[in-house]
């Protein structure tokens, strides 16, 4: 489920609780800085987690104030006002990925959600989406010595390490 309302993610994940006990996933948008709404944060982590969705990854967005010298970096192109992340400045907004965690589950006897080849498969493939491979293999790997199955793993270890591979040369080799 992806959920990006400008603030209004916590009311619609509050209206959709019947769903979050369903589904695999959850990327929304949390407000952070205090000129937003803090308490969107908190509620939505507490809300996610209650259904067994954890915060698998963050992609902050800083807000700089216009005091730095090199001051607020914005440029607009056609009316519209677009404003370039930055480095530096307190953290406002964040993008995020909420995950079932069925290996974390299974490990501590929670088994929320049904461990079959289809919810494996597609666990793996949104841990693969969100360049979360460790993730995508470690839950490959509980699966393969849990349960009998005709799954190729040895393929899709050869996928994603590959994956990883062509990741971290084009990160290093420039």
């Known amino acids: 489920m992806k959920v990006d309302l ?6 619609v994940l509050n209206a959709t609780q019947v769903t979050l006990s369903h589904i695999l996933g959850v990327g929304t948008e949390l407000n952070m800085g205090p000129a ?3 308490d969107n944060l908190a509620g939505i982590d507490a809300l996610l987690r209650w259904y067994g969705l954890y915060l698998f990854d963050i992609d902050i967005a ?14 607009e ?3 519209f006002r677009i404003d370039l992340q930055q ?11 909420y995950l ?12 929320c959600f049904e461990w079959n080849e289809a919810n ?19 839950l490959l790997q509980g699966y393969q010595a849990s349960f009998p199955s005709s799954l190729p793993f040895d393929h899709f270890y050869d996928l994603l ?14």
Request: glycine residues 10%; hydrophobic residues 35%; charged residues 25%.
């Open 120 to 138: 494996v498969l597609k666990m793996a493939m949104l841990h693969e989406l969100y360049l979360l491979r460790d993730c995508a293999i470690e």
């Open 161 to 174: 390490t590959t994956l990883m591979m062509e990741g971290y040369k084009r990160h290093w080799v420039r």
């Open 6 to 11: 400008e603030g209004a993610e916590l009311a």
């Open 62 to 75: 800083r807000y700089p104030l216009k005091a730095l010298p090199w001051g607020y970096l914005s440029y």
């Open 36 to 38: 937003r709404n803090p």
């Open 77 to 79: 192109t056609n009316g």
């Open 87 to 97: 480095e530096y400045g307190q953290i406002g907004t964040g993008d995020t990925v």
């Open 100 to 111: 079932r965690d069925l290996v974390f589950e299974r490990d501590n006897g929670l088994e």
